[in-house]
C-alpha cells in the first residue's frame, strides 16, 4: 500500500519542468546551427558556392575575404560547437558566440565591405545579448582527459571534412590519386605542409587553406580544454557520508537501495532542514539519481526541491532511476516530472520462504547436488572477517569480474569490506581441492547491504568461473536459511527489468502488441541479462516490487536511457586500460576495491 506522503505547503505544487530549454535559448541554438552547417557547405563543396543557396551563404559570417572556404569551415565548425552549449543555456558558450559574432561581422565588413553581413551577425547577436540573463548554466564537472577526448573526436571528423574537400575537386585534380594518398594529403594539410595530391590553378591554396583551418580549430580546441581550470566530479565528502548514514540510522528501512546512496563518486544535496538527502551523479549533461530520497518522508519535497535547482543552475536533465511507488508519487507531484514502470525489484520474504514443494523442485535439487559435490557455504556480517580473508575476497571478486567495466550504479556499494561497512553480509562458498587455486578454497561471493535493521540488500554475485554451476543459487538458499540467526527478515534480490511485460507476454490471451514487445525483449536478452534475470529471480518464489524511471518529458528518454547505461556500465565511452590513469583508493580503507556486481544487469 502506498503511503500518503503531504507536501511542505500542504498542497500540490508544480515546479518547472527542469532545465528544458527555453524558446529564445533553443531558437538562437538552431540559428547557429543553420548557420554553421550553411557554413561548413560553403567551405566544403565548390558547387554549393555557385548555387542559389550560396546568395545567402555568402553573407554569412565566415564566408568573407580571399581565404572564404577556410574561413567558412572554421566559423562552421565553431557555431556548431556553441549551438549545444547555448541550447543547454552556458554562460561559456553564450560568451563565446558574444564574441564571435562581432568579429566574423567586422572581418565581412573589412573584406568584402557586406552590410548585409553584419546584419546578419547583428541580428544573431541582438538576442543573445537582450536574453543574457537566460545564459546562466554552470559549468558541467570535467576534467583534462576531455581534451584527449576532443583531439580524438575532432581529428576524426577534420580528416573525414578533409577527404571531402580533397575528393569534391575531382575535375581540378592533376592524375588519379588513390585512396591512401588523398588521406596523406589531409594529414599533411592538417599540419600546414603540402601532401601528394595536386590541382589546376588556384584550387591547390584553397584546399591547403581548408585543412590548414581544420587542423588549426583541432589543436586550439584542445589546447583549451587541456589548459582550462578542471572541475573534478563531484564526490562524497567525509561529512556527507557521516550525515547520510546517521538518515540511513533513522529510516534505512523504508527504502532497499538506501545503502547504495553512500557510493562514494556521487554527489549529495540535502533538504533545507538536513532531514532528508537526495544523492546523484552526473552523466553526459544528465542529473541521475537513483532510488528514493533518503530521510524522513516529511522532508523529501525540501530535498527535492534543491535538487531541481541544483539541475536548473547547471542545465542539467534531471531524471531519477529505480524509485518506489511512493518515491514516483513524490517526485512527479513535487515537480511536475512524470513517471514510468520500469521493472520490478524481487524481494524474499525470510519467513516464508521454504525450499519444499514443486514450485521449488529445480532450486532444492540444484542445491542438494552441489552440497554432494563437496562444497560449504558461511554467512557472515563483515566484521566478523578477519582481514586477510577479506584480502582474498576482494582481489577473488575482482578476478572474476566477467566483464573489463565495473557494472553497478544504482543498485551497488561499489567496495567490499570498508571498516565502515562492518554490518554489510558476505556469504562465501568453499570447496577443498587437492590443488588449491589463487584464492584457496574459495568457489564463490554474494555481498549484501544493509536494509534497515531487519534486511539486506544484495549488492554483487561472482564466483570462480571453474567452480560448478549453480553457485548463486547456493549462496542465496545459504542466506535466507541463516537469515534468522542474523536477525534478518527480507532480502531484496535483482532488480528485473520490464517483468511484467515478460510475464504477461508469455501467457494465453496475450494480445500481438504485447507478445511483440516480448518478442522484443527475448532478443535484447542476448545481450542485456533481461529475461535470464527475471527467471533466475522467479526461482526464489519473491514478491514483486515496482520500480520507476521519473523524467521531464519524453524526449528525454533516450538520452536518460544512454546516460544511465553509461551510469550502470554496459556503455562505455572510457579511455583504453592501458591509457587510463591509476583510481586513487577509496577511502578510508586503503584495500577496498569497486565492486559494481551484477544486480543491475
Avoid at 184 to 204: K, M, N, Q, R
Avoid at 248 to 269: I, Q, T
Avoid at 416 to 438: E, F, R, V, W
Wanted: include cysteine.
Amino acid at each position: 500500500m502506498v503511503g500518503e506522503v503531504p507536501g511542505r505547503t500542504g498542497r500540490t505544487r508544480r515546479i518547472l519542468r527542469g532545465p528544458s530549454p527555453e524558446a529564445v535559448p533553443a531558437l538562437i541554438a538552431r540559428a547557429c546551427t543553420l548557420v554553421g552547417l550553411l557554413d561548413i557547405a560553403a567551405g566544403v563543396f565548390p558547387r554549393f558556392r555557385h548555387s542559389r543557396m550560396h546568395a545567402l551563404a555568402e553573407v554569412l559570417p565566415g564566408s568573407f575575404g580571399p581565404f572564404a572556404a577556410a574561413l567558412s569551415l572554421s566559423a562552421g565548425v565553431l557555431l556548431l560547437l556553441l549551438a549545444h552549449g547555448l541550447r543547454r543555456r552556458k554562460r561559456r558558450a553564450w560568451r563565446a558566440a558574444v564574441v564571435l559574432l562581432p568579429v566574423g561581422a567586422v572581418a565581412q565588413f573589412s573584406y568584402r565591405h557586406s552590410l548585409i553581413g553584419v546584419v546578419i551577425s547583428a541580428a544573431l547577436l541582438a538576442p543573445l545579448l537582450r536574453h543574457r540573463d537566460e545564459f546562466a548554466a554552470l559549468p558541467d564537472p570535467r576534467s583534462r582527459w576531455r581534451a584527449l577526448a576532443n583531439f580524438v573526436l575532432m581529428g576524426a571528423g577534420s580528416l573525414v571534412l578533409g577527404l571531402l574537400i580533397v575528393s569534391v575537386h575531382e575535375n581540378r585534380m592533376i592524375g588519379d590519386p588513390s585512396l591512401a594518398d588523398r588521406i596523406t594529403h589531409v594529414l599533411y594539410g592538417l599540419v600546414g605542409f603540402e601532401g601528394p595530391v595536386d590541382y589546376a590553378g588556384p584550387t591547390s591554396w584553397t584546399v591547403a587553406f581548408s585543412l590548414g583551418a581544420l587542423g588549426w580549430l583541432t589543436a586550439v580546441t584542445t589546447v583549451y580544454l587541456a589548459f582550462r581550470p578542471e572541475h573534478p566530479a563531484a564526490r562524497l565528502t567525509e561529512d556527507d557520508e557521516v550525515r547520510l548514514r546517521a538518515l540511513l540510522e533513522k529510516h534505512g528501512g523504508r527504502d532497499s537501495l538506501g545503502h547504495f546512496a553512500l557510493r562514494r563518486d556521487k554527489a549529495v544535496v540535502f533538504s533545507p532542514s538536513g532531514k532528508a538527502a537526495v544523492t546523484y551523479r552526473v552523466v553526459s549533461g544528465v542529473m541521475l539519481a537513483s532510488g528514493d530520497p533518503i530521510g524522513d518522508v516529511e522532508a523529501w519535497p525540501g530535498a527535492i526541491e534543491r535538487f531541481m535547482d541544483e539541475a536548473r543552475a547547471h542545465s542539467w536533465t534531471p531524471a531519477v532511476m529505480g524509485c518506489s511507488e511512493t518515491g514516483g508519487e513524490v517526485w512527479t507531484r513535487e515537480t511536475g516530472l512524470d513517471a514510468l514502470e520500469l521493472g520490478d525489484e524481487a524481494v524474499v520474504d525470510v519467513a516464508d520462504f521454504s525450499l519444499a514443494g514443486r514450485a521449488m523442485r529445480n532450486v532444492r535439487q540444484m542445491v542438494k547436488r552441489i552440497e554432494r559435490a563437496g562444497y560449504e557455504t558461511r554467512v557472515r556480517r563483515i566484521r566478523d572477517l578477519g582481514e586477510g580473508e577479506l584480502d582474498r575476497i576482494r582481489r577473488a571478486a575482482e578476478d572474476w569480474r566477467g566483464t573489463d567495466t565495473e557494472r553497478g550504479f544504482s543498485m551497488a556499494l561499489g567496495r567490499i569490506g570498508d571498516p565502515s561497512d562492518g554490518d554489510c553480509l558476505i556469504a562465501t562458498a568453499h570447496k577443498a581441492d587437492d590443488q588449491p587455486g589463487q584464492y584457496g578454497d574459495l568457489k564463490a561471493v554474494l555481498h549484501f547491504v544493509p536494509w534497515g535493521t531487519d534486511g539486506v540488500s544484495l549488492d554483487l554475485m561472482r564466483r570462480d568461473r571453474a567452480a560448478d554451476p549453480g553457485m548463486n543459487e547456493l549462496l542465496i538458499v545459504a542466506a535466507l536459511q541463516a537469515a534468522p540467526r542474523l536477525g534478518i527478515a527480507r532480502i531484496s534480490l535483482n532488480f528485473a527489468m520490464f517483468r511484467a511485460a515478460l510475464a504477461r507476454g508469455e501467457k494465453i490471451g496475450a494480445g500481438p502488441v504485447l507478445r511483440a514487445w516480448r518478442g522484443l525483449l527475448v532478443f535484447l536478452s542476448r545481450w542485456f541479462q533481461i529475461e535470464s534475470l527475471y527467471k533466475f529471480n522467479a526461482k526464489f518464489r519473491p514478491r514483486w516490487e515496482p520500480r520507476f524511471v521519473v523524467y521531464a518529458s519524453s524526449r528525454d528518454l533516450p538520452r536518460i536511457g544512454l546516460a544511465a547505461m553509461q551510469a550502470e556500465g554496459f556503455v562505455t565511452l572510457a579511455l583504453p586500460r592501458l591509457l587510463r590513469r591509476r583510481p586513487r583508493p577509496p577511502r578510508p580503507c586503503p584495500h577496498a576495491v569497486s565492486d559494481r556486481g551484477v544486480r543491475a544487469a
